[in-house]
């Protein structure tokens, strides 16, 4: 019982730390020592040293000796390259769903993740958009196998911030919800390579217009 309340302790440190850093509100070089955060949480200092040992291991903070946890930043190579890897993740996550007998309920999720993504930005809901293009991929994770939803599910945490902040500068690009469009057609047909294929550009083609915002912006991280 003991052990359970722990563990139960850490999850909520951690899932409140690391909603704080993926939204802004700690945001990065962030930084300040483990009795001021589980003062912040509310909490003892056991869960949270815990729960920061693993967003350190996400890459999300550093810890540092006597300093406490610092929420790290993202530069311009660093988005490049969890982008690169997501392209070949998701496009691997996507040819795996095309191939599933029952998606039924995969398709429906992504029918609805992309509904949602069109009506935010009919409504110039921006962060809506933002929010509802992220679920649209990890739905697709959800659905390839658990080792490759979490290594996407990483990855997508650790540029979450700067893709959110560089898509409320340039804005929602339109061709993105085209994209999710044709994969879901896709991956109703059940064709596999043409699923890598889109979901692959689809990222790649994402990265290019990010690392443009970024280059634009004159900032070195985000």
């Given at each position: 019982m003991l052990a359970r309340v722990k563990e139960t302790r850490v999850n909520n440190a951690y899932e409140k730390l690391k909603t704080d850093i993926l939204s802004g509100e700690l945001a990065p070089g962030f930084q300040a020592p483990e009795p001021e955060i589980a003062a912040r949480l509310e909490?003892?200092?056991?869960?949270?040293?815990?729960?920061?040992?693993?967003l350190e291991a996400e890459g999300l903070v550093s810890l540092i000796p006597r300093r406490g946890a610092k929420v790290l930043s993202i530069q311009l190579q660093d988005l490049t390259e969890v982008m690169e890897i997501l392209a070949a993740l998701e496009g691997l996550a996507a040819s795996i769903l095309a191939?599933?007998?029952?998606?039924?309920d995969a398709l429906a999720e992504l029918e609805c993740a992309s509904t949602a993504a069109l009506l935010a930005r009919e409504q110039n809901d921006l962060n809506g958009w933002i929010d509802q293009d992220d679920r649209f991929h990890r739905v697709i994770a959800k659905y390839s196998n658990a080792r490759l939803e979490r290594e996407i599910g990483l990855n997508l945490d650790q540029i979450h911030r700067a893709v959110r902040v560089l898509t409320r500068m340039n804005?929602?690009?339109?061709?993105?919800?085209?994209?999710?469009?044709?994969?879901?057609?896709?991956?109703?047909?059940?064709?596999?390579?043409?699923?890598?294929?889109?979901?692959?550009?689809?990222?790649?083609?994402?990265?290019?217009?990010?690392?443009?915002?970024?280059?634009?912006?004159?900032?070195?991280?985000?």
């Open positions: 909490m003892s200092r056991t869960p949270v040293r815990e729960a920061l040992i693993r191939r599933l007998e029952n998606k039924t804005g929602a690009p339109v061709e993105a919800d085209a994209d999710h469009r044709a994969l879901i057609e896709t991956l109703s047909g059940g064709n596999e390579n043409a699923a890598y294929e889109i979901a692959q550009t689809h990222r790649l083609n994402a990265l290019q217009t990010l690392r443009s915002v970024f280059e634009r912006s004159g900032v070195s991280q985000l």
